[in-house]
């Protein structure tokens, strides 16, 4: 009966979660407390998640790669990156700039690098002659592919991460996700180099002239926002909603699905999430929302202007090294047994590292919380609540013992590849993190019922989790260059599926190699 119960619940999750009925944490909340009421989980395995070292290093994390975005270190670097000069191709800008970004993300939160990369290439890309679909999807691509080489490339590795803990078998440490990872990476960058030009569509030109020379006489200029889930006009008439008088801008098209909508045609669309806005607005207007929650961006297309001083900009480097290079020296035999009472981690080093650049203002301290993405803290914490759920229930049991009676005459390779598959479907239709919470109980029962070591599972479920290149909705990152770029539902599929069957066969080669069964 449990099992029934659970399994309805779960099929209710999954819906709402696909549907978009609320924020993915808040769904995944819904899904605990109804496991706590039916008492197939404590309030202690409840709200374990919220305390789990694996979700409060991803907050903390948030907050360092503020730290890192405000030095303006990153704007540079872009500009540095693109070429100047003649004979400018796709492929020498990609050559340029994809691994660089891809290295980057793998110590750095993906969705800073992409906010501010993205508006900058695609100014640059107009002034140069440059289609900027060739380049703004491989920007995303690429940051997710570095992502999966570190335990801190992606929030995803570290819930993995804490799953196993709780689980009772040994944790990743920082570069061992690299060992497959890396080969995805540079694979799927070669794939990139190889074919994104001819995948991609070329510039699809915007049916409007919005920056008029009346708007250029009264002093206003375009700024192009993403909206986030936290934009209180979210499902609302946009005729319904005084942009001008909220945000002191002047909404005068939207971009969606690779559609441009000027105001006549958009009065009677509703605002979604991820949609980006075009708007007229004074100098004040970056001061006033540069920094607001509701928006997933906010660019004119220049690189901002950081107000830290030389000596904090050379901090926002070397303390983000200090922390890998620390946790990385902290998980080494040697140095564990020379300080055997001396406990060095990531969340050790990412939480030294938060508060210094706290009391340096390197971020704003008072702040702080509009810096950290709750939901996903949310989402985290409740996943393992939902993971828990799916063993004490018996309904990861039963679906492994169904799965290993249907493939009984195959190896265990067949499984690790039906675990990706799942893994990535649920994630190209949801969320990565959930995605990740579902896969982990099925792969640690499934492991169990073959007698095997459940550690390629768990890799497994990182790898896939974090492949999301075949819709705009499965990773924030996809979301928004999908408004910048233009960009249509199908220009993801086209060039993300090859990419998805790629990891999949280098996954399911490699990791069984490296970890074996």
Known sequence: MKVLFALLVLTFLVVSLIKERMRPGLILLSGAVIFLCSGIITPKEMLEGFSNKGMIT?????????GIRRSGLLGSLVHRLLPTGQ???TRRVQWRMLPTVSFISAFLNNTPVVVIFAPIIKRWADAHGVAATKLLIPLSYATILGGVCTLIGTSTNLVIDGLVTDAG??????FELGKVGVFIAICGLLYLWLFSDKLLPSARPEQADFDSTDAEVQGMKRVEVVLGARFPAINRRIIDFDFKQKYGALL????????????????HEVFREGDTLVLLTGDDFMTN????????????????????????????VVLPALMVAGATIGELPAFKAAFP?????????????????AWLQMFPARKYTKFISWDILVTIASAFAISRAMQN???????????????????????????????????????NNAAAALAFPLSLAIAQHLGVSPTPFFVTICMAASASFSTPIGYQTNLIVQGVGNYRFADFVRIGLPLNILCLVITVLIVPLIWPF
């Open 289 to 316: 929302w540069g920094d607001s929650s509701f928006f997933l961006m906010v660019s004119d297309g220049e690189a901002s202007k950081s107000t830290l001083s030389p000596t904090k900009k050379v901090l926002a």
């Open 58 to 66: 991803v907050a903390l994390l948030f907050l360092v790669s503020e």
């Open 87 to 89: 004979g400018i191709s």
């Open 252 to 267: 005068i098209a939207l971009k969606r699905g690779g559609k441009t909508l000027i105001m006549h045609d958009m009065r």
């Open 393 to 431: 229930s018996g309904l990861a049991d039963a679906v492994a013992s169904f799965a290993v009676g249907l493939s009984h005459s195959y190896s265990p390779e067949v499984l690790l590849a039906v675990v990706f598959i799942v893994t990535n479907l649920f994630t190209e239709l949801m969320t």
């Open 341 to 357: 009472g001396l406990r060095v981690d990531m969340f050790t080093c990412a939480a030294v590292v938060t508060i210094l650049m």
């Open 169 to 174: 078998y040994r944790g990743f440490s920082m």
